[in-house]
């Protein structure tokens, strides 16, 4: 192909107006470019790149919180925790679906809940799972076994009176301490709770919360949701800034970049009427699912498709083959 | 110690809070900002410099 | 026995009769191989912002690389190795690289309209990209076992379950994650990855908004080949 003989002026067309070829392909001028040696050099230039960056930052890695180093520095935080675990009142307890079959907990879309429809997959009884069961699995201390044998004959009626009442005597003890309780008839919850912490601290309670049962295991699902009922757990997020309200989904502990591409996932979290709703995380989902649908189907869009045609930054990009009077060489 | 051992432990250390910047309801960490900051140069820049002429073809 | 006309006989060559025979013909035909590997562009093709495709494609061997490496001995080798901590800063600024470099591409690709001209089905597949992308480099956020984790789970679930998906897809499974992250998010994302490549190289890169008329099919001034 012949391409380098320089032609007069020839002013540029719309090309839309000018006849294209059927499939969109490109019959005009051509110059020499190397892609392989492009790509190679790129190669070559981002591992640099890689291995500096890295040589120079590192990466995060902060320390995991335990159920031991949570009972450890926080016993107090625990301790109430474990108190809603057995009353059903935590985070967990009531979550609804996929967890428990709490009534009216799923969030809706409008009048949908897809939460509700997908369903209890992950059956959690937070009584039985995160504290009896655990006690139960761990004799050693026959008061704590005493203590589990009582509740264990009591009605349900009866275990939800002790461990309601316990419970909220505790939230108005000074700094929920245990130790400050008012007395009351709490039944066996005070003896089951405190060796709960004993078993938690002595580093028991890990494994159990994990294994249930079973030898090999992956699965963090009850350990985690009985840490992110806590306070400590969150307020050690809030301070590293990775709360939802403190655009937490963009932001890595430490100093490090996080995934700024979700920022605009996480802003919708700060904003009306998202930032009030009940509903919010599923009103999120449905927004950034309609812009990311968006997003993908920008060629179909009229308007938005327009756009780079309206702001013309092509004039910027393509200034030298605008400017040229039609001689591949100029 | 290996050389990459070495190499673990970095020069510069972020393993400390981050600084953050509020305006209104906009709150972004400076590591963020600064990423975010070179992205819109870089692109401003790929738009900007001159690209080297290659041969044109025969 | 019935002896039938040689397809590629005189009369030239036909419709190829077997299932192989037709990949090849069309496969060929789409990707001629100096349209595969050209090395010659449009004359238009004359801007740094044209090297950020490629320049995401070689971060994202660095990732699968890197990650590969972590790979050898195992998740929990980067927590008590130096070099395997060293292994994991170099996927992690990879991935920086490589998302910024994707993002990059992008703002690229919009101003051109880098879809016009039959070529929407690339600019889907690399959306796609994108959000598969977002998705892997999530997994492995929940993967490293490490506080990050452990706080972006427990958060995560919530957005996850309130449309249902945390029934099927638990973040709080490491397992379940892992997997995820380290085969079939990059499954995914690499086969549209290479859906993406091959489209551009079918149908070649986008024209300016404006062309000369030298440019065009019609030119009779035009030397043709």
Same mark, same amino acid.
């Given at each position: 192909?012949t391409?380098?003989?320089p032609?007069? $002026?020839? @002013?540029?067309?719309?090309?839309e107006?000018?006849?294209? %070829?059927? !499939?969109?392909?490109?019959q005009?001028?051509?110059?020499e470019?190397d892609?392989?040696k492009?790509?190679v050099v790129?190669?070559v230039?981002v591992a640099?790149?890689a291995?500096g960056?890295?040589?120079l930052f590192?990466s995060?890695?902060e320390?995991q919180?335990?159920?031991?180093?949570?009972?450890? /520095?926080?016993?107090?935080d625990f301790?109430?925790?474990?108190?809603?675990?057995?009353?059903g009142?935590?985070?967990t307890a009531?979550?609804?679906a %996929?967890?428990?079959?709490?009534p !009216?907990? /799923?969030?809706?879309?409008?009048?949908v809940?897809?939460?509700?429809?997908?369903g209890?997959?992950? %059956?959690?009884?937070t $009584?039985?799972?995160?504290?009896?069961g655990?006690?139960?699995s761990?004799?050693?201390? %026959?008061?704590?076994?005493?203590?589990?044998a009582?509740?264990t004959?009591?009605?349900? /009626?009866q275990?939800?009176? #002790?461990?309601?009442?316990?419970?909220?005597a505790?939230?108005?003890a000074?700094?929920n301490?245990p130790a400050?309780v008012a007395p009351g008839?709490?039944?066996p919850?005070?003896?089951?709770?405190?060796?709960?912490?004993?078993?938690a601290?002595?580093?028991?309670?890990?494994?159990a919360?994990?294994?249930q049962?079973?030898?090999y295991q992956?699965?963090?699902?009850k350990?985690?949701?009985?840490?992110?009922?806590?306070?400590y757990?969150?307020?050690?997020?809030?301070?590293?800034h990775l709360?939802?309200?403190?655009w937490?989904?963009?932001?890595?502990t430490?100093?490090y @970049?996080?995934?700024?591409?979700?920022?605009?996932?996480?802003? #919708?979290y700060?904003?009306?009427p998202?930032?009030?709703?009940?509903n919010?995380?599923?009103?999120?989902?449905?927004?950034?699912t309609?812009?990311?649908?968006?997003?993908?189907?920008?060629p179909?869009?009229?308007?938005?498709?327009s756009?780079?045609?309206?702001i013309p930054?092509?004039r910027?990009i393509?200034r030298?083959?605008?400017?040229?009077?039609g001689?591949?060489?100029? | 110690?290996?050389?990459l =051992?070495?190499?673990a432990?970095?020069?510069?250390?972020?393993?400390h *809070?981050?600084?953050?910047?509020?305006?209104g309801? &906009? =709150? &972004?960490?400076?590591?963020?900002?600064?990423? &975010?900051?070179l992205?819109?140069?870089?692109f401003a820049?790929?738009?900007?410099?001159?690209?080297?002429?290659?041969?044109?073809? *025969? | 026995m019935?002896?039938?006309?040689?397809p590629?006989?005189?009369?030239?060559?036909?419709r190829?009769?077997?299932w192989?025979?037709?990949?090849r013909?069309?496969?060929?035909k789409?990707?001629?191989p100096?349209?595969?590997?050209?090395?010659?562009?449009?004359?238009?093709?004359?801007?740094?912002?044209y090297?950020?495709?490629?320049?995401?494609?070689a971060?994202?061997?660095v990732?699968?690389?890197?990650g590969?490496?972590?790979a050898?001995?195992?998740?929990?080798?980067?927590?008590r190795s +130096?070099? +395997?901590?060293?292994v994991n800063s170099l996927?992690?600024w990879?991935?920086e690289?490589f998302?910024?470099?994707?993002?990059i591409?992008?703002w +690229?690709k919009?101003w051109?309209a880098?879809?016009?001209?039959?070529?929407?089905?690339?600019w889907v597949?690399g959306?796609?990209?994108?959000?598969g992308?977002i998705?892997?480099?999530f997994?492995?956020?929940?993967?490293?076992?490490?506080f990050d984790s452990q706080?972006i789970s427990?958060?995560?679930?919530d957005g996850?379950?309130?449309?249902g998906?945390g029934?099927?897809?638990?973040v709080?499974?490491f397992g379940?994650?892992?997997?995820?992250?380290?085969?079939?998010l990059?499954?995914?994302? +690499?086969?549209?990855v290479?859906?993406?490549?091959?489209?551009?190289?079918?149908?070649?890169v986008?024209?300016?908004?404006?062309v000369h008329?030298?440019?065009?099919?019609?030119?009779?001034?035009?030397?043709?080949?």
């Amino acid at each position: 192909m012949t391409t380098t003989a320089p032609v007069a $002026s020839s @002013p540029v067309v719309r090309a839309e107006r000018a006849p294209q %070829p059927s !499939d969109g392909s490109w019959q005009g001028r051509n110059r020499e470019y190397d892609l392989l040696k492009e790509f190679v050099v790129a190669l070559v230039v981002v591992a640099l790149l890689a291995a500096g960056l890295a040589a120079l930052f590192s990466s995060p890695d902060e320390h995991q919180v335990t159920l031991t180093s949570w009972s450890t /520095a926080a016993p107090t935080d625990f301790v109430a925790t474990a108190a809603t675990e057995l009353d059903g009142t935590s985070g967990t307890a009531t979550y609804g679906a %996929p967890y428990t079959r709490t009534p !009216d907990a /799923a969030q809706k879309i409008g009048p949908v809940s897809l939460q509700h429809i997908a369903g209890v997959t992950h %059956p959690i009884n937070t $009584s039985t799972d995160f504290i009896t069961g655990p006690l139960a699995s761990l004799p050693g201390d %026959p008061t704590v076994s005493a203590a589990l044998a009582q509740w264990t004959a009591a009605s349900a /009626a009866q275990q939800q009176s #002790w461990s309601g009442s316990y419970d909220a005597a505790l939230q108005k003890a000074a700094g929920n301490d245990p130790a400050k309780v008012a007395p009351g008839s709490y039944g066996p919850v005070p003896t089951m709770l405190t060796g709960l912490l004993r078993l938690a601290q002595a580093g028991r309670l890990d494994g159990a919360l994990l294994l249930q049962g079973s030898f090999y295991q992956t699965d963090y699902t009850k350990p985690l949701l009985f840490i992110a009922d806590g306070s400590y757990l969150a307020d050690k997020g809030g301070a590293e800034h990775l709360a939802g309200e403190q655009w937490g989904m963009m932001n890595e502990t430490g100093s490090y @970049p996080g995934q700024a591409w979700l920022w605009l996932y996480t802003f #919708w979290y700060q904003v009306k009427p998202f930032s009030t709703s009940g509903n919010a995380d599923a009103l999120v989902m449905v927004v950034m699912t309609v812009l990311s649908i968006g997003l993908i189907s920008v060629p179909f869009l009229p308007g938005i498709r327009s756009i780079p045609k309206w702001i013309p930054v092509h004039r910027i990009i393509w200034r030298d083959y605008y400017r040229n009077t039609g001689s591949s060489t100029s | 110690m290996m050389p990459l =051992q070495l190499l673990a432990t970095s020069p510069v250390n972020l393993n400390h *809070r981050g600084h953050y910047l509020h305006w209104g309801v &906009i =709150q &972004i960490s400076v590591a963020n900002l600064v990423v &975010i900051s070179l992205m819109l140069l870089l692109f401003a820049a790929a738009l900007l410099l001159p690209f080297p002429k290659g041969r044109a073809s *025969r | 026995m019935t002896l039938l006309e040689d397809p590629t006989g005189p009369q030239g060559p036909l419709r190829a009769a077997t299932w192989t025979g037709r990949l090849r013909d069309r496969a060929t035909k789409s990707f001629p191989p100096e349209q595969l590997l050209p090395d010659r562009q449009p004359i238009y093709v004359a801007s740094w912002i044209y090297v950020f495709g490629v320049a995401t494609i070689a971060a994202f061997l660095v990732v699968l690389a890197t990650g590969t490496l972590l790979a050898v001995q195992g998740p929990q080798w980067w927590h008590r190795s +130096g070099t +395997g901590h060293y292994v994991n800063s170099l996927h992690l600024w990879s991935v920086e690289l490589f998302m910024a470099f994707m993002v990059i591409h992008l703002w +690229g690709k919009f101003w051109m309209a880098a879809w016009r001209g039959k070529r929407a089905m690339t600019w889907v597949t690399g959306a796609v990209c994108f959000f598969g992308s977002i998705g892997t480099a999530f997994t492995g956020y929940l993967v490293q076992s490490n506080f990050d984790s452990q706080f972006i789970s427990t958060q995560a679930k919530d957005g996850l379950n309130s449309v249902g998906i945390g029934s099927r897809f638990n973040v709080m499974d490491f397992g379940q994650m892992l997997m995820w992250h380290i085969f079939l998010l990059p499954l995914i994302v +690499g086969a549209v990855v290479l859906v993406h490549v091959l489209q551009v190289r079918r149908r070649g890169v986008v024209p300016p908004f404006l062309v000369h008329p030298i440019d065009l099919p019609a030119a009779p001034d035009r030397a043709r080949p």
